[in-house]
């Protein structure tokens, strides 16, 4: 099983940026799949989640009406649209494949600064 993330980089304030994480190796529709992140000397969060088939979403608080995750089960893919970036969401974000079992991506950074 692999899990791919790109998408990340260095945004200015209010900026947004395109999450992506391509899965291989697995039967990625049976998949809940969610994104976390982690910011230096804190614990890694759950940002945003979604069910296999896409049609229930759950968010951190802090990043309702800001980010929106996705996936395209045909492409063996799961976004994460963010906007109205804050430097508070400078972490390195990862994607997680869970079934049975748990599978983690090697993650990508995201910086918010001006």
């Known amino acids: 099983v692999k899990l791919v993330e790109s998408g990340g980089g260095l945004v200015q304030p209010g900026g947004s940026l395109r999450l992506s994480c391509a899965a291989s190796?697995?039967?990625?529709?049976?998949?809940?799949m969610t994104w976390y992140r982690q910011a230096p000397g804190k614990e890694r969060e759950l940002v945003a989640s979604?069910?296999?088939?896409?049609?229930?979403?759950n968010y951190k608080d802090s990043v309702k009406g800001r980010f929106t995750i996705s996936r395209d089960n045909a492409k063996n893919t799961v976004y994460l649209q963010m906007n109205s970036l804050k430097p508070e969401d400078t972490a390195v974000y990862y994607c997680?494949?869970?079934?049975?079992?748990?599978?983690w991506g090697q993650g990508t950074q995201v910086t918010v600064s001006s």
């Open positions: 190796g697995l039967t990625f529709s049976r998949y809940v």
């Open positions: 979604t069910t296999s088939d896409g049609g229930s979403t």
């Open positions: 997680n494949a869970k079934q049975y079992w748990d599978y």
